[in-house]
């Protein structure tokens, strides 16, 4: 049976999506991986095509995707669990009925913030909504400066409010916007970089809580 990972949060910006290609690509070199865009706005879907573009010979790990949703998305779930060892789920910016669902599937829920107050604050309903279905939740830095006061605060605040973050985060850097604008994952286009080292840690830590 798939493990099912759902990216959430109800604030724009934080990443949600790029994290979720990045990601896919990361777990894709060693397990059957699917991507799910369940959000409106489609930004996943735009990536996968530009993906599925790339000229004959471009050197890239095969991936499943769907943007099923709606009343479909259940069965759609239940479909990609039997062909798939992972799911990798984009979920809404909003705890609507889709938001619902993907988390109840999760196995985990990992919500991308910057480090500042209204990243945490707004991803207050979804760590709410996510305790409701008890499920794992994890917060993950992204665009997080390591040097940061700010950042060294908000983990604290974090710790202190007994939420779970995850130790790896991933840095302020171009590689991961520009890998995504070509349809690639970090791993794939510059693995070598100092993007594709915070990448590769945060795989491995998150594979580690998947067991």
């Known amino acids: 049976m798939a493990v099912v990972l759902t990216i959430a949060q109800q604030k724009g ?6 994290l979720a ?6 777990f894709a070199a060693t397990r059957r991986v ?29 991936l499943g995707f769907s943007d099923v949703s709606g009343w479909r998305l259940r069965a759609e779930l239940d479909r990609l669990k039997r062909d798939f060892d992972m ?17 109840r599937a999760a196995d985990l829920v990992l919500v991308p913030i910057q480090p500042s107050p209204p990243d945490l604050w707004a991803a207050e309903g979804t760590l709410a909504l996510a305790a409701s279905e008890r499920r794992t939740v994890h917060l993950v830095f992204n665009r997080a ?8 605060t908000m983990a604290a605040d974090i710790a202190e409010r007994g939420l779970a973050l995850l130790t790896s985060a991933l840095g302020n850097r171009a590689g991961f916007a520009n890998a995504f604008a070509r349809g690639l994952g970090i791993s794939e286009a510059a693995p070598n970089s100092r993007a594709g080292a ?8 998150i594979s580690g809580l998947l067991g």
């Open 34 to 62: 699917a991507l799910l865009d369940i959000d409106p706005q489609k930004s996943l879907a735009r990536w996968f095509a530009l993906r599925t573009a790339l000229p004959a010979g471009r050197e890239r790990v095969p």
């Open 87 to 103: 799911i990798l789920i984009d979920s809404p910016p909003e705890i609507a009925t889709d938001a619902r669902t993907a988390l």
């Open 13 to 18: 910006g934080a990443g949600k999506t790029t």
């Open 21 to 26: 290609a990045h990601l896919g690509v990361a």
């Open 198 to 205: 915070e990448l590769a840690a945060l795989a491995e830590e």
């Open 145 to 152: 400066s390591a040097a940061s006061r700010l950042r060294q």
